[in-house]
């Protein structure tokens, strides 16, 4: 049966397999920092391993009720605000006239719809701090 493992900052979903009689892991695909199971995930796991059983329900459950307690000092949330900053930098030297010269029209349309999906993902986040208690957060800001 798989199952995820932690290795360093990532994450692994691996399967054991007894050879010789020693257990060695096979490690079926890399996810990240952030697991997630994807469709994507799923498709690649069975194409490339049809012999292991994979319990993708309950796999998917335990990576969903997983919770992070985040640490204000952690490298994840240094890298997640570092990571915000410069999407932030690049956002801010991005023009429209630029978009028709130097990319073709799919990657334009394709950049679009992120920025679009982007939007939309901070406006769903930011209504969730707005209804959250301010823990460590400024109350009479507004960021809006």
Known sequence: MAFLRRKGNAY?????VRREGKV?????????ERPRITDD?????????PFVDV????L?????SRVDVFDTRSAYV???????RNLNLDLADLFPPLLDVSV?????????????????????KLDQFDRSPRRGVNIERNFR
């Open 12 to 16: 692994y979903l691996v399967h054991n």
């Open 41 to 49: 995930v799923v498709r690649h796991v069975s194409r490339a391993y």
């Open 78 to 84: 240094r890298n997640l605000l570092s990571v915000l």
């Open 104 to 124: 073709g029209r799919a990657a334009g349309v394709e950049l679009v719809t992120q920025l679009r999906l982007l939007h939309s993902t901070v406006g769903v």
């Open 60 to 64: 998917r459950e335990a990576v969903n």
């Open 55 to 58: 319990n993708w329900t309950a």
């Open 24 to 32: 060695k892991q096979l490690h079926l695909a890399r996810l990240g």
